[in-house]
Structure formats: structure tokens, C-alpha cells
């Protein structure tokens, strides 16, 4: 018993103590980004009642695997926190052998903050109208089908291998440098279709030019309240967002973490800070510590065997 006091009172103590000095967030792509918007958003919300200024830092490099492995080396006491995404957190790990660091095991999630789902669309003049009407046509002509992608292992491009995968089609996949040079090929009618950020594909919609025919969240999306989510059109387990989370090293003392934890959630709850976020298509999280991890691992899991059974290799 006297034991057990004396760890409980110097887990109070670290927590009181916490923070006596700045923390850094670690953005791992460079400034002016989504993800730096979010990291500084988040940061200037929590520095008041941390009673320290939470700073930024850009480290970009490698698909955001630079930035991440700096904070997966990190001292683990609550000082150094990374803004990771599902690129750097989760398809990496599915796409590269030679990844630094463990995504799942050398990370504990303080909270996952956004979601944000991508649109399925096609060009507004061809006879696709649901998302049925691809599979169907997918079906019958294997390999004709075109989704265009920003390149290979983007978060659009395995949103495509996924649904042929879940769909049972195979779908052609056509890689671009970038998601501006596949969307005017989708508007120009060379491609069938792409997993397009919804805030990019938007205008294009709501001007008729392109169709959504799906969005690849469980729960439909606000921006878009008339189209349906892939899952419930016709694949009831697709699920396919990109996520940003506040991730600290494995190790961080519990104490520290609930604090982070409790004052990321409060931030995201705060009504400026969540339509700040919404109206940028951002789907508020805050996912409890242990929620993310478990998602996270999910996810990791998930976009391995995506990567496996389609045969995925990185440029």
C-alpha cells in the first residue's frame, strides 16, 4: 500500500509539473499545408491552458516519414508531438519495408482530431449515375474502367485499389503528378473517374461539371448531404479518409497524455475551432488515446493487406 501511494503521488507530480517549458508539434510537410493549418489552430488553443507556447515546426521530407521519425526519437515526455496523418502514420507503413520507425508501436496517440473523407466523381456528361453503375460496368468490361490518381500510394489511389478490391473489379489505375493534372483529365473526359479532396472536386459539382456519386466515409458528408457514402450505395464496409491525429513518442508518462488529451478534446469542442475546421470539410474527431490506437493499428492493418493483394509497388 505504501508503495502504491508513493507511485500514485509521483504520477500527480508529473502531471502538476507538466509542462515547464514549450512543447513543440512537429508538422512533418512544409507550412501552409492542411496539416500545418490544423497543427497551428490546435497549438494556439492549447498553449493558454498549458500555461506554454506550443510551437510549430516544420520538417518535411519523405511523404512525411521525415517529421514522423524525428518525434518517433523523441524524448518521450510530452515535449515533443507530432500532427501525423494517415500517410505518414498508417499507408507507409503498408508501402515501405524500409520505414524507420513503427507507426503503431512507436507512437502513442494522444488523439486523432479530423477526418476528412474523399468524393468518388466522374465526369457529369458520361451515363454513370451511382456507384453501382461503375461496378456493373466494371464487371463486364474488366480493366476499362480508369480512376486517375495524384500517384502511386496516395491516399486516392488506395481508395480506388480498395473499392475494386471490396467491389471485386479491377479498375485501372493512372497515376499523375499531382491531383490538378488528374482532375482536368476527368474534366476533359480522358479518364473515367478519381477519389478526389472533397474542397477540390466541390466547385466542380456544384457547377455540374462533375458527378459525386459516393463519399468514402461511413457517415455522409455535410458539404454533400444529398450524395450517398460508398458503403451504403454498395460496398457496406468501404471506409476509405484520409485522418490527422496528435501523436507524442511511445513511453509518454499516462499522466502527461490524459493532460494533452484533455485539452486537444476541449479545443476541438470549442464552437470557433469546429467551424473553423467544418468549413474547411474537416469532420471533427477526438478519438480518446486509446481509440486511436486501436484505429490507428486498424488502419496499418488495412492498407497492408490492400497493398498485398493488389500487387501495390512504391515509385
Same mark, same amino acid.
Given at each position: ?90 499507408? #507507409? @507503413? /503498408?508501402?515501405?519495408? %524500409? +520505414? ?11 488523439? $486523432? *482530431? !479530423? ?63 499531382? #491531383? @490538378? /493534372?488528374?482532375?482536368? %483529365? +476527368? ?11 472533397? $474542397? *477540390? !472536386? ?64 476541449? @479545443?476541438?469542442?470549442?464552437? %470557433? +475551432? ?42
Amino acid at each position: 500500500m505504501v508503495a502504491a501511494g508513493v507511485v500514485l503521488a509521483a504520477t500527480a507530480a508529473i502531471a502538476q509539473a507538466y509542462p515547464s517549458k514549450p512543447v513543440t508539434m512537429i508538422v512533418p510537410f512544409a507550412a501552409g499545408g492542411s496539416t500545418d493549418l490544423l497543427a497551428r489552430q490546435i497549438g494556439a488553443k492549447i498553449s493558454g491552458p498549458l500555461g506554454q507556447p506550443v510551437i510549430v515546426e516544420n520538417r518535411g521530407g519523405a511523404g512525411g516519414a521525415l517529421g514522423a521519425n524525428l518525434v518517433a526519437k523523441a524524448a518521450p515526455d510530452g515535449y515533443t508531438l507530432l500532427m501525423g496523418v494517415s500517410g505518414s502514420n498508417a499507408i #507507409s @507503413a /503498408a508501402l515501405r519495408s %524500409d +520505414l524507420p520507425y513503427d507507426p503503431v508501436k512507436d507512437f502513442a496517440p494522444i488523439s $486523432l *482530431v !479530423v477526418s476528412s473523407p474523399l468524393v468518388l466523381v466522374v465526369n457529369a456528361n458520361s451515363n454513370f449515375k451511382s456507384v453501382k453503375d461503375v461496378i456493373d460496368y466494371a464487371k463486364a468490361k474488366p480493366s476499362t474502367f480508369t480512376h486517375g490518381s495524384p500517384g502511386i500510394g496516395t491516399s486516392m489511389h488506395m481508395a480506388g485499389e480498395l473499392f475494386g478490391l471490396e467491389a471485386k473489379v479491377k479498375l485501372e489505375h493512372v497515376p499523375y503528378k499531382g #491531383s @490538378a /493534372a488528374a482532375l482536368q %483529365d +476527368l474534366l476533359g473526359g480522358q479518364i473515367d473517374s478519381m477519389f478526389g479532396d472533397l $474542397l *477540390v !472536386v466541390l466547385e466542380h459539382v456544384k457547377s455540374g461539371r462533375l458527378r459525386a456519386l459516393g463519399v468514402t466515409s461511413l457517415t455522409r458528408h455535410p458539404m454533400l448531404p444529398d450524395t450517398p457514402t460508398v458503403a451504403e450505395a454498395a460496398l457496406p464496409k468501404y471506409e476509405a479518409t484520409s485522418w490527422q491525429g496528435v501523436f507524442a513518442p511511445a513511453g509518454i508518462p499516462e499522466p502527461i497524455r490524459t493532460r494533452l488529451y484533455q485539452e486537444v478534446s476541449k @479545443a476541438l469542442a470549442a464552437d %470557433d +475551432l469546429k467551424t473553423f475546421f467544418t468549413e474547411r470539410g474537416f469532420m471533427v474527431e477526438a478519438r480518446k488515446p486509446d481509440e486511436s490506437k486501436a484505429y490507428v493499428a486498424a488502419e496499418v492493418a488495412k492498407w497492408k493487406a490492400v497493398v498485398q493483394a493488389a500487387g501495390i509497388k512504391p515509385e
